[in-house]
């Protein structure tokens, strides 16, 4: 009985000492948060702002990726999310407010808006306003960018994000073509066990097995489609090359900027691409290329290769490790490998 009691004692006693703890941790942090670096009124006012999207953090960790959401976003209900941002920002190209214009903002470079005296706090984080970049900005400005003077809350939900920046995508009438995380090497192992999990309910290894080996049939047969429409244009797209300007191109490359650089030895997350044209495949000294991509080095990027793996980069070279979904638009590819070579001229 007096053990059973000293033991209520003891664990009492600890419980309360740590919550006391707990407590004061999380009461430090929102000392911190709160009153750190940038703590201006406007800022305070987000706190309240952010209460209307519960459950936007569980969505994000057991939910679709934001790259599905983007895909398969309603810009009609992004229109209503705008309404968040009107206060300052104007879609119209040059009208800038007390934010710059955002007229073709996904896909832009970040900073760029004529006129707009920017605080340099984006440029520090970030080249080009990709659609995830514009996610993670927007879900939490001050936080992605310390010192930013963007005064907004953020929009916490992934799914609101998402139809805000496929309304916002649409101001210049040229869509964004998100990469899938799934076309990156690493990331593909997983999603694809995923699927084959949730289609064959009580699985075996040699299902997945069999779902792999099926995908990878699905890919070699979209390889062959592209092969065949060039074959059918022979000649073709050299001629179109030829024939584009090169100005055209410099839109479609802001795609491309995140990972590429046209100097010579100027490597990112993508080989530096300097006279990419006719240049051996896979052959940047110091790059880590993927067994794909190696194993196709005896050839080299005439235009009609690249055309091919700039339309499909996930079927021209299954494996490979370049996370970009393609450029659909046969003239737009073209116009970009004329920029690529004036550029780099
Ligand atoms: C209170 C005014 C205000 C509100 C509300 C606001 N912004 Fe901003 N926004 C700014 C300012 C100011 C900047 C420039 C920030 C800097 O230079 O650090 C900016 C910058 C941006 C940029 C970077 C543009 C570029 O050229 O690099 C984007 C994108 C953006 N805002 C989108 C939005 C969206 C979308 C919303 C609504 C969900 C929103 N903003 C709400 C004031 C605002
Ligand atoms: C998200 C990053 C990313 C984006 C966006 C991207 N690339 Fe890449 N790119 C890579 C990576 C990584 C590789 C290396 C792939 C490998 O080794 O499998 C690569 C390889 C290449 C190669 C082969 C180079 C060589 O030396 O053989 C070319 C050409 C290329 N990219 C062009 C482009 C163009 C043009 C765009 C824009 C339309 C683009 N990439 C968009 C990451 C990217």
Not at 183 to 196: F, I, N, Q, T, W
Request: glycine fraction near 10%.
């Amino acid at each position: 009985m007096f053990d059973t009691m000293t033991l209520t004692k003891v664990v009492g006693a600890f419980c309360g000492a740590l919550l006391i703890f707990l407590l004061g941790g999380w009461a430090a942090e929102l000392i911190y948060h709160t009153g750190g670096g940038h703590g201006d009124d406007h800022k305070q006012a987000y706190v309240i702002e952010t209460g209307d999207d519960e459950g936007g953090e569980a969505a994000e960790d057991a939910g679709p990726s934001f790259e599905e959401l983007f895909v398969a976003a309603d810009a009609g209900k992004g229109e209503r999310v705008y309404n968040k941002c009107k206060a300052c920002h104007q879609l119209e190209e040059g009208a800038n407010g007390a934010g710059p214009y955002l007229y073709g903002v996904v896909g832009r470079e970040v900073a760029s808006a004529d006129g707009f005296g920017y605080s340099g706090s984006l440029k520090a984080v970030v080249d080009v306003w990709t659609p995830q970049e514009l996610s993670a900005f927007l879900e939490n400005p001050a936080g992605y960018a310390p010192g930013t003077t963007m005064g907004f809350a953020g929009v916490k939900d992934m799914e609101d994000r998402a139809n805000l920046i496929a309304y916002l995508d649409q101001s210049d009438g040229d869509t964004y073509e998100i990469e899938m995380p799934a076309a990156a090497e690493e990331a593909a192992a997983e999603p694809a066990a995923e699927e084959a999990a949730t289609e064959e309910a009580a699985t075996e290894e040699a299902a997945t097995e069999e779902a792999a080996t099926e995908e990878a049939a699905t890919e070699e047969a979209a390889a062959e489609a592209p092969a065949a429409e060039e074959a059918a244009a022979a000649g073709g797209f050299a001629d179109m090359v030829a024939a584009a300007d090169p100005a055209d191109g410099k839109k479609a490359w802001r795609q491309c900027q995140a990972c590429h650089k046209l100097e010579d030895g100027k490597n990112g997350v993508g080989p530096h691409l300097a006279n990419i044209v006719d240049r051996p495949i896979a052959s940047v000294e110091g790059f880590r290329y993927s067994s794909a991509l190696q194993d196709l080095s005896d050839k080299a990027w005439t235009v009609d290769e690249l055309n091919a793996w700039l339309e499909d980069p996930k079927a021209y070279a299954p494996g490979n490790k370049m996370s970009y979904r393609g450029l659909r638009k046969e003239e737009d590819r073209a116009a970009l490998i004329a920029y690529m070579q004036s550029a780099t001229e």
